[in-house]
T-cell receptor, first 118, second 111 residues
């Protein structure tokens, strides 16, 4: 079946502009995650959605970052007033079941969106 | 907090050589452990996993054993191929479900 998809695959934006990154998880997956992969920081957790529960936003680096998940499926990560240090590959992942169940932690990743802030 | 430490690369090997990438972790509770691989130009893929102590994960000739006593999850392959050239990430997921990754190890296999 279809995997996790993300769009756009590449985004170049000027410093100070807002950007929106989209993620379509695997159909039926209830959990959705955003991570960031950058040269200086490696792979970092950003935010986690599980069903209708309040999202875990503990990894968001600043209040310029926000995310939403509509209808329990598609998610959008928004970065306002982009800065050069926001340049990174933004990865989305989804998983099938809730934490605490056997095999629950296996996450499937999308191809990522490469964001370049000039 | 949770953290993963893996050996730094880059690692360059000849085909059919033995590969080991060391990974140790610090975590509260009883984490699940993973190795993810990122081939050139591709996204992260799950290579193998282990969910409890002494479990051995295996896939594509790679193996890793969950060692609780040494808090380790070293990745091994007995005979690498050029197609194994990639970046390998060790990761854990504890009770807080988010993945914590190591820094990644770049492996290059020469023909």
């Amino acid at each position: 079946g279809a995997g996790v998809s993300q769009s756009p695959s590449n985004k170049v934006t000027e410093k100070g502009k807002d950007v929106e990154l989209r993620c379509d998880p695997i159909s039926g997956h209830t959990a959705l995650y955003w991570y960031r992969q950058s040269l200086g920081q490696g792979l970092e957790f950003l935010i986690y959605f599980q069903g209708n529960s309040a999202p875990d936003k503990s990894g968001l680096p600043s209040d310029r970052f926000s995310a939403e998940r509509t209808g329990g499926s598609v998610s959008t990560l928004t970065i306002q007033r982009t800065q050069q240090e926001d340049s990174a590959v933004y990865l989305c992942a989804s998983s099938l079941r809730s934490p605490g169940l056997a095999g629950a932690h296996e996450q499937y990743f999308g191809p990522g969106t490469r964001l370049t802030v000039t | 907090g949770n953290s993963v430490t893996q050996m730094e690369g880059p690692v360059t090997l000849s085909e059919e050589a033995f590969l080991t990438i060391n990974c140790t972790y610090t975590a509260t509770g009883y984490p699940s452990l993973f190795w993810y691989v990122q081939y050139p130009g591709e996204g992260l893929q799950l290579l193998l996993k282990a969910t409890k102590a002494d479990d051995k994960g295996s896939n594509k000739g790679f193996e890793a054993t969950y060692r609780k006593e040494t808090t380790s999850f070293h990745l091994e392959k007995g005979s690498v191929q050029v197609s194994d050239s990639a970046v390998y990430f060790c990761a854990l997921s504890a009770n807080d479900y988010k993945l914590s990754f190591g820094a990644g190890t770049t492996v290059t296999v020469r023909a």
